[in-house]
């Protein structure tokens, strides 16, 4: 993607024909895959177990406690829904994929309860 407009444009096109999540989930995880990329020593591709953590981590420090409850307001109710958001984009060409990558990545991911109310540290 050239840019943040492109980028929003293709997102706006993915929520028209699959309008489970909001456009937010899909900036977010653009976010979240810079942020888990940024923190490798090198720039690199990112396994859907590399992004779930890195997800977690930065859905953590963005929204607190707050952070399950904003991304099922996004309709992302399990960690399969950010790979089923992934796999969107891959679709539309915003993100490439390799041979090994898989939605079954995502699954079972870990439990949102678990990973965003008591994954918090105070």
Same mark, same amino acid.
């Given at each position: 993607?050239?840019?943040?407009?492109?980028?929003?444009?293709?997102?706006?096109?993915?929520?028209?024909?699959?309008?489970?999540?909001?456009?937010?989930?899909y900036?977010?995880?653009m976010?979240?895959?810079?942020?888990?990329?940024?923190?490798?020593?090198?720039?690199?591709?990112?396994?859907?177990?590399?992004?779930?953590?890195?997800?977690?981590?930065? @859905?953590?420090?963005? #929204?607190?406690?707050?952070?399950?409850? +904003?991304?099922?307001?996004?309709?992302?109710?399990?960690? %399969? !829904? &950010? @790979?089923?958001?992934? #796999?969107?984009?891959?679709?539309?060409g +915003?993100?490439?994929?390799?041979?090994?990558?898989?939605? %079954? !990545? &995502?699954?079972?991911?870990?439990?949102?309860?678990?990973?965003?109310?008591?994954?918090?540290?105070?």
């Open positions: 993607m050239k840019n943040k407009e492109d980028f929003l444009k293709v997102v706006e096109e993915i929520v028209a024909k699959d309008p489970l999540y909001k456009v937010e989930a900036d977010f995880v976010e979240a895959l810079n942020y888990t990329q940024s923190k490798l020593d090198k720039p690199r591709h990112v396994s859907g177990q590399k992004l779930l953590e890195g997800i977690k981590e930065y @859905g953590l420090e963005c #929204f607190g406690l707050m952070a399950r409850t +904003v991304f099922e307001n996004w309709g992302v109710r399990r960690a %399969e !829904d &950010f @790979g089923n958001i992934v #796999f969107n984009m891959v679709d539309a +915003v993100l490439s994929k390799t041979e090994e990558d898989s939605i %079954e !990545d &995502f699954k079972h991911g870990y439990d949102f309860k678990e990973a965003f109310d008591k994954g918090y540290k105070y």
